[in-house]
């Protein structure tokens, strides 16, 4: 997030990733992405969703077949109105 954009939102979220067990094994952590991205956007009212690298590295941590049920994310909406998605015990500053 860039040094000038004003955070006028800041939520923490436990999104359930249940329904990416759904689908084919090789697809899943790419449908877990999805699915956390729609989350975000439906619970902040956002057009666009960023990922930090460390949520993104909490989802492969295991594989393309195996991503976490669940994960706890921050939430912070800019200005702009791009949402950032951090973990929430990742440290932002």
């Keep these: ?6 955070i006028v939102e800041e939520r ?8 990416a067990y759904y689908y084919t094994r090789w697809r ?9 991205k729609e989350k975000v956007a439906k619970h902040m009212k ?6 930090s690298t460390a949520v993104n590295e909490a989802l492969w941590s295991r594989g393309a077949q195996k991503p976490p049920r669940r994960l706890e994310v921050k939430a912070v909406k ?5 949402v950032w998605v951090h973990l929430q015990s990742e ?3």
């Design 28 to 36: 899943r952590v790419e449908k877990a992405v999805k699915l956390l």
């Design 78 to 82: 800019d200005e702009d109105g791009v």
């Design 91 to 93: 440290e932002t500053s």
């Design 46 to 51: 956002a057009k666009e969703v960023k990922l």
């Design 12 to 19: 923490l979220l436990v999104i359930p990733l249940k329904r």
């Design 1 to 6: 997030m860039s040094e000038e954009a004003k």
